[in-house]
């Protein structure tokens, strides 16, 4: 059974650029969350897709965007790249209404 | 604001010497409280869920459990291999699934 993937593992990109994160979740599990996580900091919620939807955010700017498909996985992108966006992005499926929520390796994006 | 702050920020433990991990936390009704692992640069990894006060739960050498204004992870025995930052995250109730995670307690379990 596998279980939440992401790709790619690790990201170099320049500031202003354009950054896209992929997701799989777990198989059975039909929600994905993203999450960042600054280094010694504890993961910061992003936003949450459910039926191909947003269905909540966090404290993003709107360069932070998504989209989920009709196999459930998911995409994060982020415009207009800034120092600060260098972090481990996290990504945790879900089966809707229950509460557990298991996350991927991750990706580490660092901007230069 | 639903708030979770882990004290300490960082353990060190001796193989053996056993202890416990706090944390705290405002939720505006509690749904659920979890605890996750995570080893350096890799996604966190689930080890227990609460879900009301009073509750406990066990696994191999870790045992959580949860009052209304905390819990405690404590770890009888730790082993090297038990060394690892351990998160805590709440959940409120009222529609929303975020989880809330507090900045983690790092071990370090020397042999």
């Known amino acids: 059974d596998a279980g939440v993937t992401q790709s790619p593992t690790h990201l170099i990109k320049t500031r202003g650029q354009q950054v896209t994160l992929r997701c799989s979740p777990k198989s059975g599990h039909d929600t994905v969350s993203w999450y960042q996580q600054a280094l010694g900091q504890g993961p910061q919620f992003i936003f949450q897709?459910?039926?191909?939807?947003?269905?909540q955010r966090g404290n993003f700017p709107d360069r932070f965007s998504g989209h989920q498909f009709p196999n459930y996985s998911s995409e994060l992108n982020v415009n207009a790249l800034l120092l600060g966006d260098s972090a481990l992005y996290l990504c945790a499926s879900s089966l809707r209404f229950f509460h557990e929520q298991f996350f991927g390796p991750g990706t580490r994006l660092t901007v230069l | 604001e639903d708030q979770v702050t882990q004290s300490p920020e960082a353990l060190r433990l001796q193989e053996g010497e056993s202890s416990s991990l706090n944390c705290s936390y405002t939720v505006s009704g509690l749904r659920g409280l979890f605890w996750y692992r995570q080893d350096p640069g890799k996604g966190p990894e689930f080890l227990f869920t609460?879900?009301?006060a009073g509750e406990e739960k066990e696994k191999e050498r870790l045992k959580a459990t949860l009052t209304k204004k905390e819990s405690f992870l404590h770890i009888t025995a730790p082993k090297p291999e038990d060394s690892a930052t351990y998160l805590c995250?709440?959940?409120?109730?009222?529609?929303?699934?975020?989880?809330?995670f507090g900045k983690g307690t790092k071990l370090t379990v020397n042999p």
């Open positions: 609460l879900y009301s």
């Open positions: 995250a709440v959940q409120a109730r009222g529609g929303s699934e975020k989880l809330v």
């Open positions: 897709y459910y039926e191909e939807e947003e269905r």
